[in-house]
């Protein structure tokens, strides 16, 4: 069940429609970060930003990177290190095997879950 206590949305390139960041809070406390677009050296610090803002204030965060058409290396070491920064916090949904790639090259494959509900 959705509720809109904490629904946040932050775009950067909207005139190109390349990146955006959306943040649903569930009543069963569940954060969800979800990305769309490219997560790119210029689109890194907004979600790195984003990211830890939400773990800070969260119990539970998932990831969404289903939207996410290309993944920087340096966005996916962020996550990594949001990780170790809040343990057993982050959870990472990557469908897309080139974002999967990625987080599994730099050995974070253990962050992926294959489902969740948003």
Excluded: W
């Excluded at 649903?24 to 830890?52: I, K, N, P, Q, Y």
Aim: net charge negative; proline share 2%.
């Amino acid at each position: 069940m959705l509720t809109s206590t904490a629904t946040m949305e932050r775009s950067l390139r909207d005139d190109e429609g390349v990146f955006r960041l959306e943040t649903v809070r569930t009543s069963d406390g569940l954060d969800t970060l979800r990305a769309f677009g490219e997560l790119d050296m210029s689109t890194r610090a907004e979600f790195v930003h984003s990211l830890d803002c939400l773990a800070s204030t969260s119990d539970r965060v998932v990831v969404d990177l289903s939207q996410v058409s290309f993944m920087y290396s340096g966005v996916a070491n962020a996550i990594v290190d949001a990780t170790y920064a809040h343990p057993g916090k982050i959870a990472v949904f990557a469908p897309a095997r080139s974002v999967r790639m990625v987080l599994d090259v730099l050995g974070a494959g253990g962050l992926l879950i294959d489902s969740f509900r948003s």
